[in-house]
């Protein structure tokens, strides 16, 4: 049976249209660059890319916070399903898990490309290696992302394999882990925020709003993402997602859109009244620093988004206008990801604790093997969803043949 | 950020006299006897894996036994869970592997933390001339990268140079808000004073100039150290003597104790070091000076391989003026005690909380 699901599931997420060929076509070549240049990056070393030791956290690291807020929003699915009820959702439930698993598996790979010894990890693993727990942040990161992908792992695939065989699922089994891994969307991402916060020597970080703001960030950025993704689904696919999901969806990310703002609101009021030396990096990420200013269209750019989208959001004809929410939806994702990544990441480090202010600009390596994580993201997540939706529309069931996928 | 002004943690005077044996739960390496599960499990992978390296030689043997020592180097354990044949294994390899590299006799010590010991250095501001010897005297000590690109330049010391700055008549109509009365000085964000936004890139016809002030940083082997607490493999860790190490073959540069550290005082080696061969210092510690791979982050160890033979580290062998003293802080008669019985002395970033073991003093 288990084999069965195995190569029916195969069988079903190899078969596609032109249109699904192209698209893991251009996929495959950017993964086929990103090996290229993750080669390059671990033969002559990080000199590749536009880091240095003042400013040794850069895009790859952005990307991991910014993948894991993505990972976490997944849960403005499942709680609303299983809490609520929420019939629309509970129909979908499943396809935030598994863009939940993508998200993190593309947070390893950026893991994997932050590394300056990858080849080292396995200094990791316990018993073979050293697993420093529980002082470390990042050791504490590391066991609940991990677990985390166990979870979606399981819960969606094993609501998959029921629906498959015809079977009614084990909820003693299933709903313990189902409210399980809703709790710990929210430690992922609180824990993630923790391993920038708790650093002292990096004033711009080191404050309690931080695991909130991420917390409202990845809520508005996450389910942003998993509007779009349903959009493209109910376009491309059999499978029809009910307008009542994706308006309570729209919902969530306007609030927390409106928190998020409000939250960098407070900050930049709290840092510039006083303006001591330790709001000197938000002085730089917003105005400038010494005459440098790299950072500043970047943070204004993603003011102008963030505020844009919200603003939109809150405007009834235009959320409610299917052809016309993904602009809005597009606007907050990459407005939080700007802030994510070149609004908060690289001005921790601007300027160095002893003062002194440099620029970063990633270099094409990284940018390449960064848009070729992304690249290896949305391969799986279109692998995992195209299977999903064949089991969720019953075109791939046990027993019946394989049926050609429409996208 | 402007220097705290603080007390001696405790007096040198008052401080016990040396015991024979060093307090055991200061010393990091006593830990490992308590993990004997661990260590039996550990054992068996290592057992496997010690096959592998023994295939992986053969296989390597005729041809590239640089490619071979790189290859056994990989599956080698934490330095400090070696037992002590292991470790003399590691260094036997690194030695020919080294000497093989440079084209001469390369020694790598492994000298443990000695009883009775705990280091401590002082430096004095007053006297500091900034004429960065001590910089240059540490980048030819301590093997690191001097390469021309940036990434290729690894220094531990920075000599920070502060403007004397001054109080200006003419700005004293200039402050704001205008009107109303001013509040904010003209002469505000100007620098006077110590703060620590100095520059350590500076070239001088001649030192001390009139207008500046010097102030020499590096690792201040914190008894505290954050960038200890946030490394997840235990890569770096605090010697029983005091300073703080890091085993470069257990490190997988994810660069933590980079962004913990107030002091910025840790480098990555951001591409293959560049070391030219006549360049290279032999004599080597484990812990210490011996060259370092892409990829792991390095900083100051108070030279280790001279420190741990009763040698002064080379930063305070160099400096032409004594402005640095470096010494045992449980004899109350070495130099680092009686500067810190005697002098005004300060550690920088107190509010931190991260007791450096490098003092400031002056005169």
Redesign the interface.
């Known amino acids: 049976m288990l084999t069965r699901f195995l190569t029916d599931y195969t069988r079903y997420v190899l078969k596609g249209g032109t249109k699904y060929y192209a698209w893991m076509g251009i996929l495959g070549l950017l993964m086929v660059a990103m090996v290229y240049v993750f080669w390059l990056q671990?033969t002559?070393?990080?000199?590749v890319t536009g880091?240095?030791?003042?400013i040794?956290?850069g895009l790859y690291f952005a990307n991991l916070v910014f993948l894991v807020g993505v990972a976490a929003g997944a849960v403005t699915i499942v709680f609303p399903a299983y809490v609520y009820h929420h019939e629309g959702m509970h129909k979908v439930t499943v396809l935030g898990e598994m863009l939940a698993v993508s998200a993190v598996i593309m947070v390893i790979m950026f893991v994997l490309a932050?590394?300056?010894?990858?080849?080292?990890?396995w200094?990791?693993i316990p018993?073979?290696?050293?697993?420093?727990f529980p002082?470390?942040?990042?050791?504490w990161d590391?066991l609940v992302l991990n677990i985390y992908l166990i979870l979606n792992l399981i819960c969606g695939f094993y609501y998959l394999y029921t629906k498959y065989a015809g079977v009614e699922v084990n909820r003693k089994f299933f709903m313990p882990l189902v409210y399980i891994s809703i709790v710990w969307a929210l430690s992922i991402h609180t824990v993630t925020a923790f391993l920038?916060a708790?650093?002292?020597?990096?004033p711009m970080w080191f404050h309690s709003v931080m695991p909130i703001r991420f917390i409202t960030t990845a809520f508005a950025a996450g389910p942003a993402m998993i509007i779009l993704v349903f959009l493209i689904i109910r376009k491309n696919t059999k499978f029809w997602v009910d307008d009542s999901a994706i308006r309570l969806l729209a919902t969530i990310v306007t609030w927390c859109l409106g928190i998020a703002i409000f939250l960098t609101l407070s900050e930049v009021v709290i840092e510039l009244y006083a303006r001591t030396?330790h709001a000197n990096g938000l002085y730089y990420l917003m105005f400038g620093l010494h005459g440098l200013t790299a950072l500043v269209p970047w943070f204004w750019s993603s003011v102008v988004l963030m505020v844009g989208a919200f603003v939109l959001f809150l405007i009834p004809s235009f959320r409610n206008d299917m052809s016309r929410l993904p602009i809005a939806c597009v606007m907050a994702f990459v407005g939080i990801w700007i802030e994510k990544g070149m609004g908060l990441i690289v001005p921790?480090f601007v300027?160095?604790?002893?003062?002194?202010v440099t620029e970063y600009v990633p270099t094409f390596v990284e940018i390449l093997l960064t848009v070729g994580i992304w690249a290896f993201g949305f391969f799986i997540l279109t692998i995992l969803l195209k299977g999903a939706i064949g089991i969720l529309t019953g075109e791939i069931r046990f027993g019946a043949s394989p049926a050609v996928a429409a996208k | 950020m402007t220097p705290h002004v603080n007390p001696p943690a405790g007096s040198a005077k008052g401080a016990e006299p040396a015991s024979p044996v060093p307090a055991a739960s200061a010393d990091p390496s006593k830990s490992v006897a308590r993990t004997t599960r661990r260590d039996v499990l550990k054992s068996g992978g290592m057992l496997s894996l010690a096959s592998l390296v023994g295939t992986g030689t053969l296989m390597a043997a005729s041809g590239d036994a640089k490619a071979a020592i790189e290859w056994a180097e990989h599956f080698q354990k934490n330095y400090r869970l070696m037992t002590p044949e292991e470790k003399a294994e590691s260094r036997a390899r690194l030695e020919r592997r080294y000497s093989a590299e440079y084209g001469k006799k390369v020694t790598v010590d492994t000298t443990d933390a000695q009883p009775g010991m705990l280091m401590g250095y002082a430096l004095n501001i007053r006297k500091c001339i900034g004429c960065r010897r001590c910089v240059k005297a540490c980048v030819e000590e301590n093997n690191q990268s001097r390469g021309p690109r940036p990434g290729e330049r690894i220094e531990w010391i920075q000599v920070l140079r502060m403007e004397r700055g001054e109080f200006r008549k003419e700005k004293m109509d200039q402050g704001y808000p205008e009107g109303l009365g001013i509040q904010v000085g003209g002469n505000a964000y100007t620098p006077s004073g110590q703060v620590l936004e100095g520059q350590y890139h500076y070239e001088p016809k001649a030192v001390p100039e009139k207008d500046a002030t010097y102030m020499p940083i590096a690792c201040m082997q914190c008894e505290k150290p954050p960038c200890v607490k946030v490394c997840p493999v235990r890569t770096t860790y605090r010697e029983g003597d005091g300073p703080v190490v890091i085993d470069y073959n257990w490190c997988i540069g994810c660069r933590m104790c980079m962004g913990a550290c107030p002091y910025w005082a840790r480098r990555l080696n951001m591409t293959n070091p560049v070391l030219p061969k006549q360049d290279m210092n032999p004599v080597t510690h484990y812990l210490g000076n011996r060259p370092r791979m892409r990829g792991v982050v390095e900083k100051c160890h108070w030279c280790l391989q001279r420190t741990r033979h009763g040698r002064y580290p080379a930063c305070v062998e160099v400096c032409p003026v004594g402005a640095r003293k470096f010494g045992n802080l449980l004899d109350p008669e070495s130099e680092v005690s009686l500067v810190l019985a005697r002098k005004n002395v300060f550690r920088l970033k107190a509010e931190a909380n991260t007791f450096p073991k490098f003092f400031y003093f002056y005169d």
């Open positions: 671990n002559d070393g990080l000199i880091m240095t030791s003042q040794h956290d932050h590394m300056g010894r990858p080849d080292r990890l200094h990791l018993v073979i290696g050293i697993y420093n002082g470390p942040m990042l050791g590391v920038i708790t650093l002292p020597a990096r030396e921790g300027p160095s604790p002893i003062g002194e």
